[in-house]
């Protein structure tokens, strides 16, 4: 049971980063719209992640450093500036989204409007960061994501023809009526919210707050490559569901309904309980996780105490960090804007901050001074490079598509 | 003074020319007999020629992967410079705020000594 | 508590050793000797010796530390930010001793007691009026 339970930080991460509230919507909307077009855009990014947060938590775990220290310490205080403002950005942008998220949840279970719990739901975040201890919140809102696992079920139960499937997912093609930069577009925007830079700051956060050593690499590298493989099949499963059951009838997903119908079609009431959960705890997981982040990147620009291992008077610059966050995002959602859309534009900007954040791991995670003998293989530099490109050339792109579409309309 | 002062200071040779910028700074710890005050001294400067020759806290790192990174660090860093702490007459802080101070040499820049692989010989005496 | 991860046997500071003030010192964090995060080294205080070498005497903290080191415009906005919500005289920098710093690794461990007026103004005030009002403040969630 210990074993199962170590891996939740990955699960908590990986939830965070591929079926938050954008995630959701955005991976039912690209199957209801691009059916299977798109599934390899989600492959490449579950790999890039892996091969980056399996980086960034050795090098926590060996040298101690977080991913927001290094890049301090490796772009310089001005570089790195322009970097803790564009991902602060989109994390917050993204912890606004998320506390819409949950209230969307309650608000498909109580007929309530999901504005009338925001209040309730960011101060219930709060509480779990200032309260509960690093390892109970993530084995609770880790293991209560899992019934998003429904989605899995409901696609094996609709028992879609997995030859045609396969044939469309290895030879994708653009669906009459759609161009070729929307759909690159909507393939940059998936591939940033597989990679999305809170994902390493928070597993990194996460392994030094469960105090890894080198010892624990074994572990660390355990949560990445079932979390993060997991939260990708979780998302797949998602697509595929709109895919098969929207896709074809031309529904287009704009609202949190609309993403649980297959589940509905294929499993009826009992299916859609589970989602119901499912939704909320990753919804809520990744409300908590963007709003330590928050704290997380500014207090290790700055080089303050942080984490929850230490009493919140012993790190009060870093609680205030998160408090304000809280409710900055839930103030944002109260004035009304779409909450889902919020997290579409953010991230595109995430895309363009992306390399500021993974070039200063991979440079960290081949040299010796901090790492010693746990530097990088060949395999990890060669994926590394690759990666590197891919996520440069995604963030060059990435804006003059967002206008060259109207972001995706 | 503060280090800031010296880092990104425009260099100055003998004949009053503008040879580069501080790149970085080298500091070696004394002895305490050895010197007046024990600790980190400043050993010397190393002055970038071209501007763009700064990448990413690669140069002198022991640090030989991946490839492609490695190969567009010492591209850029192949013009860099030495100069010993002697060889430095006069250094002013900046005129204000946020600006580059300067730093006066002795000496002009053909008689510097280049850092080629300046990782390699960083921590053995230069 | 020991410090976590455990302190590299090399780290500790050895006459004759060479360090890059760029890649060994400047932009370090500094913890504690229990591992505990305490500043980023922002820049360091040089002071001449007798024989006109320059030596290193404290690391600076803080944001008025910080602030030319952004370089340009950013430099003297964060300048003008940090002058005007210091309390103290304005060209007092928050400092930690060089002789406090015990070893130059991954981060910088320094020997100074946690509790020092000086170091952390900000957060001794935001400490003292928003956070320890707050219930539950003085437990730490683990």
Redesign the interface.
């Known amino acids: 049971m210990k074993r199962v339970l170590a891996v939740t930080l990955g699960i908590l991460t990986a939830i965070g980063g591929f079926v938050d509230i954008g995630d959701l919507v955005a991976s039912s909307l690209v199957g209801a719209r691009f059916g299977f077009a798109l599934v390899w855009v989600l492959l490449l990014g579950v790999v890039g992640i892996c091969v980056y947060a399996e980086m960034a938590g050795r090098v926590a775990?060996?040298?101690?450093?977080p991913t927001f220290?290094i890049v301090?310490?490796?772009?310089?205080?001005?570089v790195?500036?322009a970097n803790l403002t564009g991902s602060f950005l989109v994390t917050l942008l993204t912890l606004a989204a998320e506390l819409a998220g949950v209230g969307l949840a309650l608000e498909l279970l109580s007929s309530v409007s999901y504005l009338l719990w925001i209040p309730a739901v960011t101060f219930a975040v709060w509480v779990v960061?200032?309260?509960?201890?690093?390892?109970t919140m993530e084995r609770i809102f880790g293991l209560a994501g899992l019934s998003l696992i429904v989605f899995i079920v409901a696609v094996l139960h609709l028992d879609p023809r997995w030859g045609d499937m396969w044939q469309q997912v290895t030879h994708p093609q653009l669906p009459a009526g759609e161009g070729l930069p929307t759909y690159l577009y909507y393939g940059i925007a998936l591939f940033a919210s597989a990679m999305t830079p809170y994902e390493v700051f928070f597993f990194s956060s996460g392994g030094i707050e469960e105090?890894w050593?080198?010892k624990d690499l074994i572990n660390e590298r355990v949560n990445v490559f079932l979390g993060f493989p997991l939260g990708g099949l979780l998302a797949l499963s998602i697509m595929t569901g709109a895919a098969l059951v929207l896709h074809p009838e031309g529904i287009a997903v704009d609202h949190l309904s609309q993403v649980a119908l297959p589940v509905v079609v294929s499993l009826g009431k009992v299916g859609f309980a589970f989602v119901l959960l499912g939704v909320f705890a990753a919804t809520f997981g990744a409300a908590l996780e963007t709003a330590l982040s928050c704290g997380y990147t500014v207090?290790?620009?700055?080089?303050?105490?942080?984490g929850?291992?230490?009493?919140?008077?012993?790190a009060?610059?870093f609680?205030?960090v998160v408090i304000v966050s809280l409710l900055v995002g839930s103030m944002l959602v109260l004035t009304g804007i779409d909450p889902i859309k919020v997290t579409e534009y953010s991230l595109v900007f995430a895309a363009v901050a992306l390399p500021l954040t993974y070039?200063?791991i991979?440079?960290v995670a081949?040299?010796?001074?901090?790492m010693?003998e746990a530097?990088?293989g060949r395999l990890a530099?060669?994926l590394?490079?690759l990666y590197l490109l891919i996520i440069l050339v995604a963030s060059l792109a990435a804006l003059p598509l967002m206008f060259a579409t109207k972001a995706g309309l | 003074m503060r280090l800031a002062d010296l880092m990104g200071a425009r260099v100055i040779d003998v004949t009053g020319r503008d040879i580069g910028h501080v790149s970085d700074v080298r500091l070696t710890e004394a002895a305490a007999p050895s010197r007046r005050l024990p600790g980190l001294h400043v050993a010397g400067i190393v002055i970038a020629t071209r501007r763009r020759s700064r990448l990413?806290?690669?140069d002198h790192?022991?640090?030989?992967?991946?490839?492609?990174?490695t190969a567009l660090a010492r591209r850029a860093t192949r013009h860099a410079l030495w100069a010993p702490w002697t060889a430095v007459t006069a250094h002013r802080r900046p005129p204000r705020t946020g600006e580059p101070g300067t730093v006066t040499l002795d000496q002009t820049a053909a008689s510097l000594t280049p850092l080629r692989d300046m990782h390699a010989h960083w921590n053995s005496g230069t | 508590m020991p410090q976590?991860?455990?302190p590299?046997p090399g780290d500790e500071r050895t006459p004759g050793r060479a360090y890059s003030a760029r890649f060994h010192l400047l932009?370090?964090?500094?913890v504690t000797e229990d591992?505990?995060?305490?500043?980023?080294?922002?820049d360091l205080e040089l002071i001449p010796d007798s024989d006109g070498s320059l030596v290193v005497s404290a690391v600076l903290?803080g944001p008025t530390a910080?602030a030319p080191?952004?370089?340009g415009r950013?430099a003297r906005l964060l300048n003008a930010l940090a002058r005007r919500l210091t309390t103290g005289p304005t060209d007092h920098h928050a400092r930690i001793a060089m002789g406090h710093i015990i070893r130059i690794?991954?981060?910088l461990t320094a020997t100074t007691p946690p509790v020092d007026a000086t170091l952390h103004p900000?957060?001794?005030w935001?400490?003292d009026n928003?956070?320890?009002p707050?219930p539950?403040?003085?437990?730490?969630?683990?």
């Open positions: 775990a060996v040298s101690g450093r220290d301090r310490e490796r772009l310089g205080p001005r790195a500036f960061i200032w309260r509960t201890k690093f390892e105090r050593s080198r207090a290790q620009y700055f080089g303050w105490t942080w929850k291992t230490h009493a919140p008077r012993a009060a610059r609680h205030l070039l200063p991979l440079v081949n040299d010796r001074e901090y010693g530097v990088n530099n060669s590394g490079v | 990413l806290a690669y790192r022991p640090v030989d992967a991946p490839w492609p990174l | 976590h991860p455990p590299r932009d370090r964090q500094i591992g505990t995060p305490l500043a980023k080294a922002d903290i910080l080191r952004l370089r950013p690794g991954a981060a900000l957060e001794d935001i400490r928003v956070i320890a707050l539950g403040s003085g437990h730490a969630p683990g």
